[in-house]
Nanobody
Framework: QVQLVESGGGLVQAGGSLRLSCTAS????????MAWFRQAPGKEREWVGH????????SYADSVKGRFTISRDNAKNTVYLQMNSLKPEDTAVYYC????????????WGQGTQVTVSS
């Protein structure tokens, strides 16, 4: 497991942008698949997208495709979530998560960062 700390959340108007960061401890960050999830009040946690450890490919939920971009900087042990064209329905607590290169379960989670989009 790794320790994950998110930052970058805040209040933004609809149509605006935010960039979330998630910094991991440990020396093997590059071998972790990283994902972002979010949980809105009264709703279940949902997957936003992920980035694969070795080839760097990304995948996104339909609700954010074309607006959100996940990237990583292995030298900084950090994964990013660039969020553009934000909508009020993007309001949620955003979590980053990690799973090992060949595992299927995300077993490391950050504490979450609040994103609020006003209309």
């Amino acid at each position: 497991q790794v320790q994950l700390v998110e930052s970058g959340g805040g209040l933004v108007q609809a149509g605006g942008s935010l960039r979330l960061s998630c910094t991991a401890s440990g020396r093997t960050f590059s071998r972790y698949n990283m994902a972002w999830f979010r949980q809105a009040p009264g709703k279940e946690r949902e997957w936003v997208g992920h980035i694969i450890w070795n080839i760097g490919s990304t995948s996104y939920a339909d609700s954010v495709k074309g607006r959100f971009t996940i990237s990583r900087d292995n030298a900084k042990n950090t994964v990013y979530l660039q969020m553009n064209s934000l909508k009020p329905e993007d309001t949620a607590v955003y979590y980053c998560a990690a799973r090992g290169a060949y595992t299927t379960i995300y077993d490391s989670w950050g504490q979450g960062t609040q994103v609020t989009v006003s209309s």
